[in-house]
């Protein structure tokens, strides 16, 4: 594949003026725009157009030229360039398809197998270098693999992954059926089953006998504080001297 610039695969092309109003007759002159980079002007579609005549009379000449192929209106259309040889001999050379006004070129078989093969060899190098930085040497041990990192790393993306489900269903609330439906059941567990209006005992005693009879009956506690009376000791006798 040739560089991205020059190569018609990487590229596309529009004019918004026209897309609103694209359909089979106008499709063609849609095509034939002069900045669209799909289109040569050197072909039997200018010479015909040039001279105002049906495009018809491109059966009666030899050359490139640009056919509308296919219609899937109102958001496909697909032109053909080809060079055609004779009335009935035709070469197709490349297909550009137009999808909701924008204007691409099909690709080749050659381009699309080495588009595959391309991506193919690139994951490949990609597993390869991936394997490579698993494998351990020793002298004593020799080759082995070594995969912990991975594992814990997936690990962590299980547990991460279980702790946001587990967020997302706490924040998650019962949906409107849910509430509703639950709120229709306790009505009708209400209906079924009233709940039964207890009498409160009623006392003809005002407040503030109530009062007293609480004081009366409160139990009042005495604390005795026993003195043991202190036995009367005769001052002790004075003994004479004796000189």
């Known amino acids: 594949m040739g ?23 106008n499709v063609m002159d849609y095509f034939q725009s002069t900045t669209n980079p799909f289109y040569d002007r050197t072909c039997n579609n200018e010479i015909v157009k040039m001279q105002r005549l049906n495009m018809e009379h491109l059966n009666n000449l030899t050359g490139l030229e640009y056919m509308l192929l296919h219609v899937q209106e109102p958001i496909l ?30 690709p080749d078989l050659g381009s699309v197998i080495n588009s595959r093969i391309s ?19 020793h002298p004593s041990k020799g080759y082995w693999w070594e995969f912990k990192e991975t594992e814990s790393k997936d690990e962590d993306e299980k547990k991460a992954q ?12 019962g949906s409107m059926f849910q509430r509703h439906r639950v709120n229709v059941l306790l ?23 109530r009062a007293l009879t609480e004081e009366n009956t409160k139990v009042e506690v005495k604390v005795e504080v026993k003195t043991e009376p202190q036995a009367n000791k005769p001052p002790p006798e004075k003994k004479p001297r004796l000189v």
């Open 119 to 137: 991506t193919t060899v690139n994951h490949l190098q990609g597993a390869f270098d991936e394997a490579r930085t698993y494998s351990r040497y």
């Open 187 to 209: 009505a009708d567990l209400a209906k079924k089953f009233p709940l039964k209006n207890t009498p409160y005992p009623a006392t003809n005693q005002q407040p503030e006998q």
């Open 162 to 173: 279980k702790k946001s489900l587990k967020e997302k269903a706490k924040e998650e609330s």
């Open 3 to 25: 560089d991205s610039k020059d190569n018609l695969l990487w590229i596309s092309w529009h004019d918004s003026a026209w897309i609103p109003i694209l359909n089979p007759t």
């Open 77 to 106: 259309y697909v032109i053909r360039k080809q060079h055609r040889h004779s009335a009935a001999v035709v070469t197709p050379l490349a297909d550009f398809y137009i999808i909701a006004g924008v204007v691409y070129q099909a």
